[in-house]
């Protein structure tokens, strides 16, 4: 079957496609969901129960939304990038007029990826996230993004003054808008605020370009203070680490010990 915005003869439309309950496999063909609409999704997956696995040829962003709601659902999805690859491999055998190596695609495809897919880390404040995210970018010489810091120039007063004077509402919207704007951009580390994995919608954005690893550093350990407004106190932070830990092993793609 093939479905279309703009049905005709030999297309059905997205709500005709939808009703087909014995579709199995969703290939997106059309650019909904690329840089920069990367919010923007062609179709749900949820709509066909018999949905096996999805296929998006949009590569940039690496996960589109569409590609996060199949893996949401357990089932195989993949991007672009590796049909990119093939594609410019097949380019060059035409013009070269000669057979390349197959196994190349493969290798190209992965280290197209380890260059453009964020570092995100995520984990309580004072876990070391700043201190680990700088070198991490200085090692690999990668942009660094601090998202507290971003928005802390952004609003022109720091973290606790927001806090104070808007609440915390407000600043978990400039904190989205943040996040939305940095995790559109590939190649980065990115640092973000101990509270960013509160909303599902950052979690998913950062998953787009990056991989997401929960810097876990024990309770004693963790600083306090330091123009943080809501870890003041061991028993702030104690309260707050028992409601956000288990949202960090969750968006995680690995944790990461800091006990040092």
Do not use: W
């Amino acid at each position: 079957l093939t479905a279309s915005r703009r049905p005709g003869p030999a297309s059905i439309s997205y709500e005709q496609a939808c009703r087909e309950e014995s579709v199995q496999i969703l290939i997106n063909t059309t650019p909904v969901g690329m840089y920069p609409m990367v919010d923007e999704c062609p179709i749900d997956p949820c709509a066909f129960p018999r949905l096996e696995a999805v296929l998006d040829v949009v590569y940039n962003p690496l996960n589109t939304r569409l590609v996060l709601a199949a893996k949401a659902l357990g089932m195989p999805a993949a991007g672009g990038l590796g049909m990119l690859v093939a594609q410019a491999q097949y380019a060059a055998e035409h013009f070269l007029q000669k057979a390349l190596p197959q196994d190349g695609i493969p290798s190209i495809t992965q280290e197209i990826f380890a260059k453009r897919a964020n570092l995100v880390l995520i984990g309580m404040p004072g876990c070391g996230k700043t201190t680990l995210g700088k070198a991490l970018a200085q090692h690999m010489g990668r942009p660094f993004v601090d998202i507290d810091a971003y928005i802390v120039q952004q609003a022109g007063k720091p973290i606790a003054a927001i806090f104070e004077e808007q609440g915390e509402a407000a600043f978990r919207a400039l904190e989205e808008a943040a996040i939305a704007r940095t995790a559109k951009e590939t190649g980065q580390v990115i640092s973000t605020g101990g509270g960013s994995i509160l909303l599902n919608a950052n979690i998913e954005r950062l998953r787009q370009n990056g991989i997401i690893l929960y810097i876990y550093r024990p309770q004693d350990a963790l600083t306090l203070g330091e123009g943080r407004p809501l870890s003041q106190s061991r028993a702030d932070n104690d309260a707050l680490f028992s409601t956000r830990a288990p949202l960090y092993e969750a968006a995680a793609d690995q944790r990461i010990d800091n006990d040092s």
